[in-house]
């Protein structure tokens, strides 16, 4: 039942105390009505439909003991935690839970109105399944802190009411009624559980739920991985660096930097991941391997907070991915459209596609030579005076090639075509014989100064290999090669 619907149901039990005010101003006993176990004294007749409502339950949520709810999916048994405060299910005790879901059966099973009697157990021809009270949707017992006790059936939904409208029938009182019922007293795990998957490693020492998830370092293995593809966080101040600029970078099985957006994908997904559904819980062998994590096509190792986190994750299929993490026992299932990558993680979505990657301002120098192609480009700066503040430095460039000056504008576009390399092979072998191309990075003073020499090797009719030192050999194509050659001849 929606909030609108139950704040309607609400505003009619108002009602209807009004219009019975003067009845309970006479009773005057209101320890008689917690004796009664109910109460429908107070009724109304819809003259247009024959139908009377009226109050079937009134009691003070202060004075329950428990509230014992049974129906198709589990058996819960509803308490007041001592500690905080609040509604609690004994059987999902220590389980990440849904308070409000919880409150919910805990005070419409003493606050309840009947929107007519249909019929009484004494009438000729009355049978239980009629009503479905021969198998009851929910059963739910409510004690009371003086140990009275009453129970009340949920049956059938009633035909010509809106949804959530059942018959219910009151343990003692030979009366059939309708009213409604939300939807809470008919669900089980996955409802009650929250879908917070990390609930165990968001929290400070008091309590209080952490602001901010700090990611760390990431293992990957499973069937997409040959072995473990370790990646880690890239924080290196060194211009000069291939690493420079990526958030995260490769450490095993190769180093090399891990492509910006789909890190910031990953990070993004492992900081704010919910389930959409809690699958099971406490899973059989047979379930886990019904859902596909008996042999867990993805485990994913991480850091988070400072703590490590395993999570095991199945292949998706269609539109679902089955996660589960170690030494947990929920297993919870996520709709892929929510995710960003997590359920297409392989090293060719992670691997930065770019062979080459240099940081324009940290070069004081470029050179490009081939057979044909004798390209030497000086890049000189001067400090710009008219900075906003004085540790802010801003540098005016000057660029020439062969000695003779040139546009800055040019130099630009020629690093374009540098940094737009795509791999066409990953990690090949370095091809025997001489280099077809020597690019070779120099650097100002205070970043490096030793330079860093690129060659590029045949390694088909279509392909150049590219051996950097230290970074695995890659292969891109002929095509960008002779481009970057024109683009550094006519520069």
């Not at 309607?8 to 917690?34: H, K, N, Y």
């Not at 993805?298 to 907070?305: A, E, P």
């Not at 990690?427 to 070779?440: D, F, R, S, Y």
């Not at 695995?472 to 001849?489: C, E, F, G, I, R």
Request: proline fraction near 3%; charged fraction near 25%; include cysteine.
């Amino acid at each position: 039942m929606n909030r609108k619907k139950r704040n309607l149901l609400l505003l009619l039990a108002a009602t209807l105390a009004v219009a019975g005010l003067f009845w309970f101003l006479a009773s005057g006993d209101s320890a008689q009505e917690e004796e009664n176990g109910h109460d429908h004294s107070v009724s109304e007749s819809d003259g247009e439909s024959g139908r009377q409502s009226g109050v079937l339950l009134n009691y003070s949520s202060d004075n329950i003991k428990s509230v014992t709810i049974t129906n198709s999916q589990a058996k819960y048994t509803a308490y007041v935690d001592s500690k905080s405060g609040s509604v609690a299910f004994k059987e999902l005790k220590g389980y990440p839970v849904n308070e409000n879901f919880m409150e919910t059966v805990w005070y419409d099973s003493v606050q309840m109105i009947y929107q007519d009697i249909v019929a009484t157990t004494k009438d000729d021809g009355y049978r239980p399944e009629e009503y479905g009270f021969d198998k009851p949707s929910v059963t739910v017992k409510v004690t009371l802190k003086d140990g009275h006790s009453y129970t009340f059936h949920g049956g059938k939904e009633t035909p010509g009411y809106e949804n959530d409208v059942y018959y219910v029938k009151v343990s003692g009182d030979q009366n059939i009624y309708v009213c409604t019922l939300d939807s809470a007293f008919f669900m089980g795990d996955s409802y009650y559980l929250s879908d917070d998957i990390f609930y165990r490693y968001d929290t400070e020492s008091d309590g209080k739920q952490k602001s901010k998830i700090r990611i760390g370092e990431i293992t990957l293995t499973g069937d997409a991985f040959k072995g473990e593809f370790r990646m880690k966080p890239s924080t290196t101040a060194d211009m000069s660096s291939p690493f420079y600029g990526f958030s995260y970078r490769v450490t095993s099985p190769v180093s090399w930097p891990v492509k910006a957006s789909a890190s910031s994908m990953l990070v993004y997904d492992l900081q704010y991941l919910m389930a959409d559904d809690v699958a099971v819980l406490k899973p059989t062998a047979k379930q886990l391997k019904a859902y596909g994590l008996d042999k867990p096509y993805l485990t994913l190792s991480f850091r988070r907070n400072g703590k490590e986190v395993v999570m095991y994750g199945s292949k998706s299929e269609g539109e679902k991915m089955y996660v589960i993490l170690k030494d947990h026992d929920i297993l919870y299932e996520l709709n892929t459209n929510s995710l960003s990558i997590l359920h297409q993680l392989t090293p060719e979505n992670l691997y930065s596609i770019n062979a080459i990657s240099a940081t324009m301002e940290a070069l004081s120098g470029i050179k490009i030579t081939s057979a044909s192609v004798n390209c030497d480009i000086a890049i000189a700066r001067e400090e710009n005076s008219n900075a906003l503040e004085a540790d802010d430095v801003i540098y005016t460039y000057s660029v020439t090639k062969n000695g003779e000056d040139k546009k800055y504008s040019s130099f630009i576009k020629l690093m374009k075509q540098l940094n737009g390399s795509s791999i066409t092979r990953w990690n090949v072998k370095k091809p025997a014989g001489k280099p077809m191309v020597t690019i070779t990075l120099s650097f100002f003073e205070n970043i490096r100064s030793k330079p860093e020499v690129i060659r590029l090797y045949q390694y088909s009719d279509r392909e150049y290999a590219v051996v950097r030192e230290g970074l695995p050999v890659n292969t891109v194509s002929a095509t960008w090669v002779k481009q970057l050659l024109a683009d550094a001849d006519a520069f």
